[in-house]
């Protein structure tokens, strides 16, 4: 299991390394929290998370966005994690 950072998020090293974005292939820092939630999975308070750079949050977004499940997009530095919720590996 990786080791969780300051911000409760596990860095795909396994290190303390500060959080990266989810997009495929991008190694960038994250700036934003995508709260999701797929309604057919999940239970209607659970909310799993992606991490997003600037140059992927739209894009992000609108994937998630047209299946129904974006539910908030929060400034990494503003999101309390919710307890339950949990993050997804790029």
């Not at 990266?20 to 292939?25: D, E, M, W």
């Not at 609108?62 to 499940?69: D, E, I, S, T």
């Amino acid at each position: 299991m990786n080791s969780p950072d300051s911000t409760g998020f596990p860095d795909s090293s396994g290190t303390d390394a500060a959080p990266t974005c989810s997009a495929k292939g991008c190694r960038d820092a994250a700036v934003w929290v995508l709260a999701w939630n797929n309604p057919k999975l999940h239970a209607p308070e659970r909310r799993k998370t992606w991490l997003a750079c600037e140059e992927h949050r739209e894009h992000l977004s609108q994937f998630l966005g047209v299946r129904g499940f974006l539910k908030d997009v929060v400034k990494l530095d503003a999101w309390v994690q919710p307890e339950g919720s949990e993050r997804l590996s790029g």
